[in-house]
């Protein structure tokens, strides 16, 4: 069974740009998770969707945002990218029932310069 | 409001060593969950083990163990004769029952030396 995918591996940008990152569940996973790992601040709860809706975010500015699509798969946007904005950010699926564990895909690397 | 408190930021061990990473968690919740995860240099965060609240009985699974004990809100994770592929960041995590995200402690690198 095909796991968490994310794309891209790597991004670079500048201040001021858009960033877009893409996550793949696991088959028959319905709710994507984001995360922000950024250095020396540890992993941080970004934005739940779930059946296509945005359900939960975490503290976070308004410039980061995404969606969910039809398929389940999800895009986050950051904009107005900022230099605190490199990270690590991790995508994690799981089923709809509440209590399971969230699989996580391997990340994509964010570096503003 | 809901905190996991991973003390042990950097742990050094000889392989065949055993060695425990502890968790402390605070949460206000009856019923929650707990996780364990590990972070290969990779970067992948690799599921390990899902504790409910409501099921106090400590699990083994290989070099593996994991005690939880709620009188003292621990849940640690123990690694029996350690080797170098252990080497790891590792993360406990707590997610009360309508919050679906996960709530991370700050994370343990354990250093599995040769």
């Known amino acids: 069974e095909a796991g968490v995918t994310q794309s891209p591996t790597h991004l670079i940008k500048t201040r001021g740009q858009q960033a877009t990152l893409r996550c793949s569940p696991i088959?028959?996973?319905?709710?994507v998770y984001w995360y922000q790992q950024a250095l020396g601040l540890g992993l941080q709860f970004l934005l739940w969707?779930?059946?296509?809706?945005?359900?939960n975010r975490g503290n976070f500015p308004p410039r980061f945002s995404g969606r969910q699509f039809p398929n389940y798969s999800s895009e986050l946007n950051v904009n107005a990218l900022e230099l605190e904005d490199s990270a690590l950010y991790l995508c994690?699926?799981?089923?709809?029932?509440?209590?399971?564990?969230?699989?996580f895909g391997p990340g994509t690397r964010l570096t503003v310069t | 409001a809901q905190k996991v408190t991973q003390a042990q930021t950097e742990i050094s061990v000889v392989e065949k060593e055993d060695v425990t990473l502890d968790c402390v968690y605070e949460t206000r919740d009856t019923t929650y969950y707990l996780f364990w995860y590990k972070q290969p240099p990779s970067g992948e965060l690799v599921f390990l083990i899902r504790r409910n609240s409501f099921d106090e009985q400590n699990e083994i699974s290989g070099r593996y163990s994991w005690n939880f004990q709620k009188s003292t809100s621990s849940f640690n994770f123990t690694i029996t004769a350690s080797q170098v592929v252990d080497s790891a960041v590792y993360f406990c995590a707590l997610r009360g029952p309508g919050r679906r995200a996960l709530t991370f402690g700050s994370g343990t690198r354990l250093q599995v030396q040769p």
């Open positions: 994690a699926s799981s089923s709809g029932a509440s209590y399971v564990e969230q699989y």
């Open positions: 088959s028959g996973h319905t709710s």
């Open positions: 969707y779930d059946e296509g809706e945005e359900r």
